[in-house]
Structure formats: C-alpha cells, structure tokens
C-alpha cells in the first residue's frame, strides 16, 4: 500500500530554522515526483515546488523561491521541506503529494497526513 | 503563472440535488491538465478527477468533469450526504501548477 507519512507537528519561534519531513512507503520512491503544498489558515491550497527523488532535479514556484529549500534523501526514501528562518507567516500545515508517475506533468495521486507549522513568539 | 478562478466560492445546495462547480483558467490549460480535488476539514486532499474528464480510482459515478481550454466544470449528479467539502482545481500543464482558490460546498 502506498503512503506518505509526514513528520509531527512544529511550534517554532520567529527566526528559527526547520527542517520537516515525508517518507514514503509502498513503492519504488525514487520513480515519482513528489511536491510540497501549503495550506494557510483559512486560505486554499499553494503549490511549493517538487522533487525528483531519482537525482534531486527541483523546481520551485516563485512564491516560494528563495523562501524555502526542497531536498530528498533517495537512501531512506524522504523528501524535506526547510527553512532557515521562520516568519509568523509560515503558519500553515504543510502536505508532501505524489505525482501519479515519473512525468512532473501529472496530478498527485496519494497526500502525506500533513504537518501543522506553527510560529509565534 | 496561469491562475485558476474558481465559483462561486461557496455553493449551498441540499442532498439530492446536483452541483456544478467552475474552473476558469487566465490561458489554456496544456493538454487539458486539469484535476480536481476534493478536501474536508482536518483530512489531506484526494484527487477526484484528471485530464479535465476521467475518473480517479474509486470516484464514484456521481462526480463527472468536463471542459477544455480555459473553462472546466466539475458536476456531482446527485449530492450525497459525504460530499459536502472543499473542491480544487489544479493544472499540471504550466508550471508553477497551480491550484484555484476553492468552492465549499455546504449543506443547505
């Protein structure tokens, strides 16, 4: 059965540094693409940016460029999600999503649970 | 960045009745890459439908969708009690693939 598992809930500080996490399950991880989507309290659905696990090839959407860093370990089978310093304003959950094959250019067909970002001071 | 406007933003119907549910694209959709998603409150998106028109594993026959180009509709024939969430379009033709802003689909 394929799944992605996220990694727990975060209540950070302003400033500080995160690192989350999606492992995948039930298939040959490296074969799919796999994105980062957000969801802001109240908002709809933001697409981040993906990752080829097979040779880490990125892409990210503009909003987020520079804002966030994308990266997979194809060893243990997780892709990340991180930042260098949080803002209030990165309160979100956070969904990792798998493309239904090997191509950028299909939908996702499984989500991770989610993980809830929280930043306050 | 093409952008994806959904309506109405929300859409009160009653069990039994029929919703149809709008997605206009700001230029063509590539290939008619276009999904829909639906999500309800603390649970992860699940794709209903993809390339404008055909069914994910498992959809039920109720939610159909159509269109091409820059104007999409996904329809629910007969709403049953399980169908009142969230629904998302998203093109995966253009990156960045973007999603529309949603409609909810309440209980009326």
């Known amino acids: 059965e394929v799944q992605l598992v996220q990694s727990g809930s975060e209540v950070k500080m302003p400033g500080e540094s995160l690192k989350i996490s999606c492992k995948g399950f039930?298939?040959?991880?490296?074969?799919?693409?796999i994105a980062w989507v957000r969801k802001m309290p109240g908002k709809g659905l933001e697409w981040m940016g993906i990752?080829?696990?097979?040779?880490?090839?990125?892409r990210y959407s503009p909003s987020f460029q520079g804002q966030v860093t994308i990266s997979a370990d194809k060893s243990i089978n997780t892709a990340f999600l991180q930042w260098s310093s949080l803002k209030a304003s990165d309160t979100a959950m956070y969904y990792c999503?798998?493309?239904?094959?090997?191509?950028?250019?299909?939908?996702?067909?499984?989500w991770g649970q989610g993980t809830l970002v929280t930043v306050s001071s | 960045e093409l952008v994806l406007t959904q309506s109405p933003g929300t859409l009160s119907l009653s069990p039994g009745e029929r919703a149809a549910l709008s997605c206009r694209a700001s230029?063509?959709?590539?290939?008619?890459?276009l999904a829909w998603y639906q999500q309800k409150p603390g649970q992860a998106p699940r794709l209903l439908i993809y390339?404008?028109?055909s069914r994910a594993t498992g959809i039920p026959d109720r939610f159909s969708g159509s269109g091409s180009g820059t104007d999409f509709t996904l329809t629910i024939s007969r709403l049953e009690p399980e169908d009142f969430a969230v629904y998302y379009c998203?093109?995966?033709?253009?990156?960045?693939?973007?999603f529309g802003q949603g409609t909810e689909l309440e209980i009326k």
């Open positions: 999503a798998r493309h239904i094959s090997g191509y950028s250019y299909t939908p996702f067909d499984f």
């Open positions: 039930g298939y040959t991880f490296t074969n799919n693409w």
């Open positions: 990752i080829y696990p097979g040779d880490s090839d990125t």
């Open positions: 230029q063509t959709v590539i290939s008619n890459f």
């Open positions: 390339g404008a028109s």
């Open positions: 998203q093109q995966y033709g253009t990156s960045p693939y973007t």
